[in-house]
């Protein structure tokens, strides 16, 4: 069974970091690329980072660039997504979900991680 | 990295039909046949029910259906029953990003 449990998230005040993982289960992480997106409270879904199954290539939304940087490790069956310099509109439910190359779609989804920005 | 248009909230009868539209541009929906669509339910993870414009995944219900024209892609519903109140969104391939839509709730009355 399919299973993405994703961690590290919490209350950080703007200008903050933190490192949200994603662990992975059911499957051969290393065979898919991953994705990360958030959901802010009461709105839609927002894509913010994927990346490529060896971690070769990387893509982000355009709001994260240079603060956000997405990561593997194989070894560990996880994702990371470290983001840094938090504002008050990243606080979200940052989802960790696994990516079909076919069909450019993403398949199964973890339970997400809340983070929120504020002092 | 524009989001796509979805309509604030649809709303049907058990047994009824519903349809949601999700537009984009020429740059994602009109471009590419990468339109998924996810229902969630208040709490829960977002789940796949259409790929590819119109594939079902396994288990999804054939009531189900989806399609593409132009620049405006289409999530169709029938046979609504209860379980089906939930936020639905569209998501489409736009390049090297993906974009979704704002999300459309559904009440079955």
């Known amino acids: 069974e399919v299973q993405l449990v994703e961690s590290g998230g919490g209350l950080v005040q703007p200008g903050g970091s933190l490192r949200l993982s994603c662990a992975a289960s059911?499957?051969?992480?290393?065979?898919?690329?991953m994705t990360w997106v958030r959901q802010a409270p009461g709105k839609g879904l927002e894509w913010v980072a994927s990346?490529?199954?060896?971690?070769?290539?990387?893509y982000y939304v355009d709001s994260v660039k240079g603060r956000f940087t997405i990561s593997r490790d194989s070894a560990r069956n996880s994702v990371y997504l470290q983001i840094n310099s938090l504002r008050a509109e990243d606080t979200a439910l940052y989802y960790c979900?696994?990516?079909?190359?076919?069909?450019?779609?993403?398949?199964?989804w973890g339970q997400g991680t809340l983070v929120t920005v504020s002092s | 990295q524009s989001a796509l248009t979805q309509p604030r909230s649809v709303s049907g009868s058990p047994g009824q039909s519903v349809t949601i539209s999700c537009t984009g541009a020429?740059?994602?929906?009109?471009?590419?046949?990468?339109v998924s669509w996810f229902q969630q339910h208040p709490g829960k993870a977002p789940k796949l029910m259409i790929y590819?414009?119109?594939k079902r995944p396994s288990g999804v219900p054939d009531r189900f259906s989806a399609s593409k024209s132009g620049d405006t892609a289409s999530l169709t519903i029938s046979g609504l029953q209860a379980e089906d109140e939930a936020d639905y969104f569209c998501?489409?391939?736009?390049?090297?990003?993906?974009?979704f839509g704002g999300g459309t709730k559904l009440t079955v009355l």
């Open positions: 979900a696994r990516f079909t190359g076919t069909w450019h779609t993403f398949d199964y």
């Open positions: 059911g499957f051969t992480l290393n065979s898919y690329r």
């Open positions: 998501c489409s391939f736009a390049g090297s990003s993906w974009a």
């Open positions: 020429s740059s994602d929906v009109g471009r590419y046949d990468f």
């Open positions: 990346i490529k199954e060896d971690g070769s290539e990387k």
């Open positions: 590819g414009v119109t």
